[in-house]
């Protein structure tokens, strides 16, 4: 399969999975029973009526369906309906990424910077102590929530039960570097114990290979066989994992946000579904599903970075 076939292939592959997102989120969300106008003061029948027919809320479902792809392929997601009321949900977007992604770049870049190294120094120290209190730390990770992390984080070191509270409580970039490391490590402190837990496992893969004995046999530093040799092959299964997750970070932590109420896309779509704001959450969902499959992209090529010996194309071509 030649190069021009693949990057074809996957284009359309693409395509198919994007349609049946929004397909399947469009149908789901319209089964479940309520209305973006039912609150508190529920208005009259006739307004009721009368702001379906507006938006196109009392045609079927299907026919509704039709619309919203149609409208799609112009590159028109819609408007708010209750949120910011007839505000393109698209600038809605382009105005609230930003925020997440500084946050969650920032999130991600500690957690691999730290994350990678510990599972390095935990398979080169395998069975010491140092390799059991890193285990511990990093399975304490993966298995405690980030609302959790994020409520600790809050309690202790910002207000609440905190002796010092140096940091703020809610998020504010006016007040500096200190508003973004609660939250930054509160999004970071899962993929840094994941990563670090993957790269250990594939580190003791790769140690045990045989051109790793060469090295050792040559007299190689240890340093240089970890970082140069055995690290290279190592990657590629935190490539996996790093793709994906890159999307999500970056497109916000919801629960994260929500906590320190940062203005970010993430905490807009909780309160979308909350409010029934089904243009916000259709092009929210929408923008995240291509951001994963674009990141997936990513990954195939970081394969053939990683190990040149990786083939994008079927049979080597």
Known sequence: MSMGKYFAKRIGMACITIFLVTCITFLLMNAVPGSPWLSEKTPSAATLAALNAKYGLDKPVHIQLMMYLKNLLRGDFGVSLKMQKNRAVLSIIMEMFPVSAKVGALALTWA????????????????????????????????????????????TLAGGMAALKIFPTIFDP??????YVLPCFSLGFYPM?????????????????????????????????????????ALIPVITYLGPQVAFTLCGGFVVESVYSIPGLGRYFVQSIQNRDYPVIMGTTIFLATFIILMNVVVDFLYKVADPRISLTKGGD
């Open 174 to 179: 006016a007040l500096g570097w200190k508003t």
């Open 112 to 155: 691999v910077l730290v994350g990678v190294p510990l599972g390095c120094l935990a398979a080169f120290k395998r069975g010491k102590l140092t390799d059991s209190i890193l285990r511990v730390v990093c399975t304490l990770g993966i298995s405690m929530p980030s609302f959790v992390v994020a409520s600790v984080l809050l309690v």
């Open 193 to 233: 114990c994941y990563t670090a837990r993957q790269t250990r496992s594939a580190m003791l893969d790769s140690l045990n290979q045989e051109y790793i004995k060469t090295a050792r046999a040559k007299g190689l530093k240890n340093v240089k066989i970890i970082f140069k040799h055995a690290l290279r092959n």
